[in-house]
T-cell receptor
Framework: AQSVTQLGSHVSVSEGALVLLRCNYSSSVPPYLFWYVQYPNQGLQLLLKYTSAATLVKGINGFEAEFKKSETSFHLTKPSAHMSDAAEYFCAVSDLGDSSYKLIFGSGTRLLVRP | EAGVTQFPSHSVIEKGQTVTLRCDPISGHDNLYWYRRVMGKEIKFLLHFVKESKQDESGMPNNRFLAERTGGTYSTLKVQPAELEDSGVYFC??????????????FGPGTRLTVL
């Protein structure tokens, strides 16, 4: 069964520092890949998605992620963290052959941004 | 345009009681999904509706959970009787129906269910 691993339940960075949130998936066939963000008391919001086009995907709020098939990874980065980036981030996949397009999530990474 | 709404935002019930969660998807979205996050673990898929039909209910944990989507608009998820392990946050998401490809799922804020 497909699975998603997010390394680090909590990541802490200083404001202005690089943000790197890690995500690895288990499928041998590249699935659709997503990063979602959840701010307090809000629903999940799509940051970006990979659907077999460009391997470097740009999303909202300055985030981007690179799909690396050889590493089965889809790490999320942002060059310079802002206080407003503090939230919980979820990596998710959806199998190409799944007509339901249901999402399989990682366990989430909470990003803390220090002033 | 209104987003996905869920009601209630919080619910505290005792073990053995019944609770019904409601989700109103974005207007015109045929796909409706229910997910659950238990105790800070990963968010897990429960089921998927296309209009009023259950497309995939492989994630439903047991027969204490009943989901409906009468008329293909809003959906309800009933837990009867509730058990302690049912505590968590229940998310609803909706997406447009389009042949081929993956459509973005828009999530509601969730309902936090606490079973005492």
């Amino acid at each position: 069964a497909q699975s998603v691993t997010q390394l680090g339940s909590h990541v802490s960075v200083s404001e202005g520092a690089l943000v790197l949130l890690r995500c690895n998936y288990s499928s041998s066939v590249p699935p659709y890949l997503f990063w979602y963000v959840q701010y307090p008391n809000q629903g999940l919001q799509l940051l970006l998605k990979y659907t077999s086009a460009a391997t470097l995907v740009k999303g909202i709020n300055g985030f981007e992620a690179e799909f690396k098939k050889s590493e089965t990874s889809f790490h999320l980065t942002k060059p310079s963290a802002h206080m407003s980036d503090a939230a919980e981030y979820f990596c998710a996949v959806s199998d190409l052959g799944d007509s339901s397009y249901k999402l399989i999530f990682g366990s989430g990474t909470r990003l803390l941004v220090r002033p | 345009e209104a987003g996905v709404t869920q009601f209630p935002s919080h619910s505290v019930i005792e073990k053995g009681q019944t609770v019904t969660l409601r989700c109103d998807p974005i207007s015109g979205h045929d796909n409706l999904y229910w997910y659950r996050r238990v105790m800070g673990k990963e968010i897990k898929f429960l089921l998927h509706f296309v209009k009023e039909s259950k497309q995939d209910e492989s994630g439903m944990p047991n027969n204490r959970f009943l989901a409906e989507r009468t008329g293909g608009t809003y959906s309800t998820l009933k837990v009867q009787p509730a058990e302690l392990e049912d505590s968590g946050v229940y998310f609803c998401a909706s997406s447009q129906r389009r042949s081929g490809g993956h459509n973005e799922q828009f999530f509601g804020p969730g309902t936090r269910l606490t079973v005492l």
